[in-house]
């Protein structure tokens, strides 16, 4: 949430004008639909949202979880080192093994795990039942 500052164990609701709104919304789209600034935008414009508590208006961000074929996310044009991963309540720099795990997973081509085998379908439908 935009908004709202945090110092030490608290948090303070500033709220934002119309017109930092609109800024931020206005940037926030620039650089995630900058392929210098991040590899891939998932989101969409029900993602992001302006919401009122005590009478102060907040901006809302929902970051979506990325499917396994859209994965990694990274910033800048480098995968390696620049990819990260959501951990209880913080986020963590990926090793290189595993922003190759990802690229290697993310593979159209591969579909490892997504597609019934012929021969294993074949013995599925012949299964009495």
């Excluded at 396994?68 to 480098?78: D, F, G, I, W």
């Excluded at 390696?80 to 209880?88: A, S, V």
């Excluded at 913080?90 to 990802?102: A, F, L, P, S």
Aim: charged share 30%.
């Amino acid at each position: 949430m935009i908004g709202i500052r945090e110092s030490r164990d608290s948090f303070t609701i500033e709220g934002l004008s119309a017109s930092q709104i609109d800024e931020y919304t206005k940037q926030f789209w620039n650089e995630c639909n900058n392929p210098n600034n991040v590899s891939r935008n998932l989101l969409t414009n029900n993602d992001i949202k302006v919401i009122e508590i005590k009478e102060k208006k907040l901006l809302v961000l929902r970051i979506p979880f990325a499917a396994r074929t859209e994965r990694p996310v990274y910033l800048t044009k480098n995968p390696f080192g620049n990819t990260y991963k959501r951990n209880h309540e913080g986020d963590y720099r990926c090793t290189d093994d595993e922003v190759k795990r990802m690229l290697a997973d993310s593979s159209a081509e591969l579909k490892r795990d997504s597609t019934i085998l012929r021969t294993f379908q074949s013995k599925i439908l012949m299964l009495p039942l």
